[in-house]
């Protein structure tokens, strides 16, 4: 699939091997190749192209490369005529063995060839004879030794200048979540809640188990970890250092938890006195669907900036900005809300109007949960709640302003409360009826006025929510005359097709409770009604 949508790459017949298209470019200079088991993708063969690596060798899922194949690889490779064949390598037994066993193979067939293993697990204390794992501080390796390759250094320098960049990144990786090998049952068992520190990335367990703790929690345990001088595999880091940040989606995490865990990252590190100069978010090793991130650092001057930001044809290779992000203007002000009135100025219609909106507050308030109920049947169980924030929000705003006697002045000042604190699409509903609503009664009270408003209020509503009377909306209340028409306009709404709003997506037979939207217009119009006829309006 990567190869049928991707016009610069290639398959190897009879291998598992991807190679660029365009392999006589490649003449005269260093040829790159990788790989490692599948179940890593976008790695490796997504890092591909121009300035990036030559070609990849998959094995079977978390599987090495057979040797055959490899070899295959170094062998087309060469007689391309490229000048000689640069291993990148995962430090892995099987990757080591099936690596240099098709090294060893081409070496004694004339090809120049050389290897750098890449092992930059920060996870253990203490190492053990085989060493720190090769994770996704990989791909920073293939970009730096592609950009050098595509310069037409030599074989021995980029070795030489690719071995010391990689003393100088680490990766740590965290995860809510095993993975599961296609047929196989999921290899390891993590209790729901719990979390497991520094693990692999072919589902071996890590070195930690601990509870869920939030993203602030979480990146500053790996960052500490990392960077923690008494681990043997720590990675040295001071303040004043230059870094390139990798956060790695490991598998199944969200755009939005990426996000999250990045913007963490940058401002630790810069809390640190550490200068972020580029950030890569996404996915670039994966280990199947695991539900984690492994978070890369790689330490940089400005030679390896001006490799790392060279350009490349690889498919998996973001889009990255070439300046520093540290330091930047990242934020800027909104522009100042203009008023047209600031004064409240109280009038004969004040104290009415105000004990109305107490009235309607309180009941929405006493709703809360019936409001709810409803909208669980056809919604998401939010509206009684949405419209408790409204109705906090005006008792709030009542406690600290007069009510202003314009009519049209209040509808105004509504309009822009449960525009900021409502939210969800009854907030814009009720705001765009109160804003419209507000025009006729600027200076005016009378009946006529009030007719009109409503009228402009239901129209706007109509118009940019595309509901009409009959749909099963709010909407269907709006217009009622009476109080009795509003009341049993809600009853009806049991027996109505949504044909907007969320509830239009919900099958018909989950549709047998009137509309949620409709009852809160009909509370609103009743503590209305009662408040006016109470003191004789």
């Known amino acids: 699939g990567l190869v049928r949508s991707s016009d610069g790459l290639v398959l190897l017949n009879g291998h598992r091997v991807v190679l660029r298209s365009d392999l006589s470019n490649l003449k005269g200079k260093v040829a790159l190749l990788s ?46 005529g490229v000048s000689g064949v640069l291993l990148v390598v995962k430090n892995y037994t099987g990757d080591r063995l099936n690596f240099g066993l098709a090294a060893e193979q081409a070496r004694a067939q004339g090809v120049a060839i050389d290897m750098v293993m890449v092992a930059d697990d920060c996870a253990f204390g203490q190492t053990s004879k085989a060493g720190r794992r090769g994770l996704c501080g990989t791909v920073f390796v293939h970009k730096v030794a592609g950009a050098l390759a595509e310069e037409g250094c030599s074989l021995e320098t980029i070795v030489s200048r690719v071995t010391k960049a990689v003393k100088g990144i680490g990766t740590l990786g965290v995860s809510l979540s095993p993975c599961s090998v296609p047929g196989c049952l999921p290899s390891f068992q993590l209790p729901a809640g719990e979390m497991e520190l520094g693990l692999g990335i072919h589902g071996e367990p890590g070195i930690k188990r601990s509870k869920v703790a939030s993203a602030d929690e979480v990146v500053k345990t790996m960052l500490n970890h990392m960077v923690d001088p008494s681990s043997q595999s720590h990675l040295p880091l001071n303040a004043g250092d230059s870094v390139v940040l ?122 809360q949960e019936e409001l709810n109920g409803l909208d669980r049947a056809a919604g998401d169980g939010d509206c009684g709640s949405t419209h408790a924030l409204a109705a906090r929000a005006i008792q709030e705003w009542l406690q600290g302003h007069q009510v202003p006697g ?75 005359g009476t109080l009795c028409e509003a009341e049993l306009g809600a009853e009806s709404t049991r027996y109505l097709t949504a044909k907007a709003g969320r509830a239009s997506y919900v099958g018909t037979d989950h549709q047998t409770l009137p509309d949620p939207g409709a009852v809160a217009i009909a509370v609103i119009l009743k503590v209305v009604c009662e408040t006016l006829s109470g003191i004789g309006h």
């Not at 070609?55 to 391309?80: D, H």
């Not at 990252?265 to 100069?277: P, T």
């Not at 105004?412 to 900021?420: C, E, H, M, R």
């Not at 005016?444 to 509901?467: H, I, V």
């Open 406 to 480: 314009c009519p049209g002045q209040l509808l105004s000042t509504l309009a822009g409360l449960v525009q900021d604190k409502m939210g969800g699409s009854s907030g814009a509903l009720y705001s765009l009826f109160l804003t419209a609503a507000a025009v006729p009664l600027k200076g005016q009270s009378d009946p006529a006025a009030w007719a009109k408003a409503l009228q402009a209020g239901t129209e706007a509503m109509k118009r940019y929510g595309g509901a009409e009377p009959g749909d099963r909306t709010m909407v269907s209340l709006t217009l009622s």
């Open 246 to 367: 990798c956060m790695n989606n490991l598998g199944s995490l969200s755009n939005l938890e990426m996000s999250v865990v990045t913007g963490v990252a940058i401002r630790l590190l810069e809390e640190r006195g550490v200068f972020v100069a580029r950030v890569m978010s996404g996915s670039f090793m994966t280990s199947l669907e695991m539900a984690g991130v492994s978070l890369s650092l790689m330490h940089v001057d400005q030679e390896i900036l001006r490799l790392f930001d060279a350009k490349t044809t690889a498919p998996a290779w973001p889009n990255l900005s070439s300046t520093s992000l540290s330091g930047r203007r990242w934020s800027t002000e909104p522009a100042k809300r203009v008023s047209e009135e600031t004064m409240h100025i109280p009038g004969p219609l004040s104290a009415v109007m105000q004990k109305a909106l107490e009235a309607i507050s309180l009941s929405l308030l006493e709703h």
């Open 35 to 80: 790989g490692g088991g599948s179940g890593h993708e976008p790695a490796h063969a997504g890092f591909i192209g121009v300035g990036m690596l030559s070609g990849a060798v998959a094995g079977a899922v978390f599987a090495s490369p057979p040797p055959g194949s490899i070899l295959a690889a170094i062998v087309t490779l060469w007689q391309a």
